[in-house]
């Protein structure tokens, strides 16, 4: 205030504009591409890294934890049954879901992301549940479930064979999620999936019998192929049903969560495919966005 009695008059409204246009503050979009993650984010970011360091370092901790796992799960009758693989992944749906539901609530305090809690929307879960387990059911009952392995795997087996079926599926799903939108018969069945532009995470499922077939192929085809060749390990195929799930789900859901891989590892990542809920345009690509940027034009 001393400064501005010490202006002469014609001066004071030059000063007073000079004070008040200030920079307008970025977006969140816009802070999150600036603001690079701190603290547990920070740690969380570069977490794979420093795995597979301590990997080359001495790979027997990982590779014996591995090795535990397995004989656990063959110890249990689930490794006897032909279904393990289909509640896995069903299992990790429903907890995913839930998971991003409660967040996406607390955040946003809108109702419609819990909705499908209450008894009245029961089908929006049992629907798609009864469905496609009862699919996979009648699956085996033509193709029967491939033989147990008898050894275990080294973590950088597992590790490889995951991201490779992740990479895949993400490869496959683009032709086939781009022919739902641009080939009449297939846009009538994928409307359905569309039904909100402001995407809850229980959106993830919703989507008719046609579309969901589809998906469900893609995963058993690329569960199948190992760049080790011979068998997909039984550990590679389960692991990749749990992150398989969370990928899809986190990509169906309008809060961003600071978590999110999009926000982690923006170099692999996207987390365009709920901008092209919202009504974005592109998006074809469920996780990445080379493929997008390769044949869309912005």
């Known amino acids: 205030l001393s400064s501005m ?31 690079p993650p701190t603290g547990p984010l920070f740690i969380a970011r570069f977490a794979p890294l420093a795995v597979g ?40 749906f429903v907890f995913w879901i839930a998971l991003f539901s409660l967040y996406s609530y607390r955040r946003t305090g809108d109702e419609a992301a819990i909705s499908w809690t209450k008894l009245e929307n029961a089908s929006e879960w049992f629907n798609p549940l009864a469905s496609y387990l009862i699919s996979i059911f009648l699956y085996h009952q033509i193709h029967p479930h491939p033989a ?13 064979e995951v991201a490779t079926g992740i990479f895949l599926y993400d490869v496959l799903m683009y032709p ?19 039904r909100s532009s402001v995407v809850h995470p229980v959106e993830t499922v919703q989507h008719s019998y046609v579309d969901g077939v589809l998906q469900v192929v893609v995963n058993v085809l690329v569960q199948q192929v190992t760049p080790f060749g011979g068998q997909k390990h039984i550990l590679s195929r389960l692991a990749h049903n749990v992150l398989i799930t969370y990928l899809l789900t986190e990509s169906h859901v309008s809060a961003e969560p600071p978590w999110a891989s999009y926000k982690l590892w923006p170099e692999l990542f996207s987390g365009r495919h709920r901008k092209h809920h919202e009504g974005g345009g592109g998006g074809y690509q469920q996780f990445g966005c080379w493929i997008d940027d390769l044949f869309i034009k912005s």
């Open 53 to 92: 360091g301590w990997y080359i370092v001495d790979p027997k901790p990982l590779d014996a934890t591995v090795a535990n796992a397995f004989d656990i799960f063959m110890d249990s009758p689930a490794s006897h049954a032909c279904m393990t693989e289909a509640v896995v992944a069903s299992g990790a």
């Open 148 to 160: 147990m392995p008898q050894e275990s795997i080294s973590f950088s087996h597992l590790a490889i």
């Open 176 to 194: 086939l999620h781009y022919l739902m939108h641009n080939f009449g018969p297939m846009k009538k069945f994928h409307h359905y999936h569309h």
């Open 5 to 35: 009695r010490l202006l002469p008059p014609r001066h004071m409204k030059l000063y007073m504009s000079t004070q008040t246009q200030r920079p307008p503050n970025p977006t969140p979009a816009t802070k999150s591409l600036l603001s």
